[in-house]
């Protein structure tokens, strides 16, 4: 299985919730409670975006992080590179010495980078516009992890938006 690291798509979420007050500055705490993500996680997340370039860190009583470039200008890409660095499916997309031990006689080796442009472009093509936004009915397409009709939202659900993919 293909999966993000904890920290990636724990990074996506924070910064999509950013994005959704793209002018704002954000308090870690504030971001943590609205997330649910614990706080030490979302301060070492926010942290590394700010490294990266994709938040900027304010300092002082009303402090806090805040979106470097608007939000239609970082991409899920980015966001993914900040926390895992470059996207690569297997060890010869990296291209580091001693990677793969049959990087010279491999036969798949072009198929790999074909798949790994295609994943990259995907990343690339989704903005923290979009995943801001309400959540889309499946852009057309129904996973077979969600349901077949949105379940009813409990007032005092501390994460509705979660329950349409896992109940």
């Not at 793209?22 to 926010?46: C, E, G, N």
């Not at 200008?73 to 660095?85: F, K, M, P, S």
């Not at 295609?118 to 801001?132: C, G, R, Y």
Request: aromatic share 6%; charged share 20%; net charge negative.
């Amino acid at each position: 299985m293909i999966r993000l690291t904890k920290l990636a798509d724990y990074a996506v979420v924070l910064m999509s919730s950013i994005a959704e007050h793209p002018d704002a500055v954000h308090a870690a705490a504030d971001v943590a409670r609205d997330t649910h993500i614990p706080a030490p996680t979302v301060s070492k997340i926010l942290g590394a975006m700010a490294r990266a370039g994709l938040l900027v860190s304010h300092r002082g009583l009303k402090g806090g992080f805040s979106l470097a470039r608007a939000p239609q200008e970082i991409t899920v890409a980015d966001v993914i590179r900040a926390i895992d660095g470059p996207i690569a499916l297997t060890n010869c997309i990296e291209e580091a010495p001693g990677a793969c031990e049959i990087l010279d006689c491999c036969r798949v080796r072009g198929y790999w980078y074909r798949i790994n442009a295609a994943v990259t472009s995907a990343l690339e093509d989704v903005t923290l516009a979009e995943i801001s936004s309400p959540i889309p009915e499946f852009l057309g397409h129904q996973p077979s992890f969600a349901p077949a009709r949105p379940p009813a939202v409990r007032p005092d659900d501390p994460c509705p938006g979660a329950r349409l993919f896992f109940e």
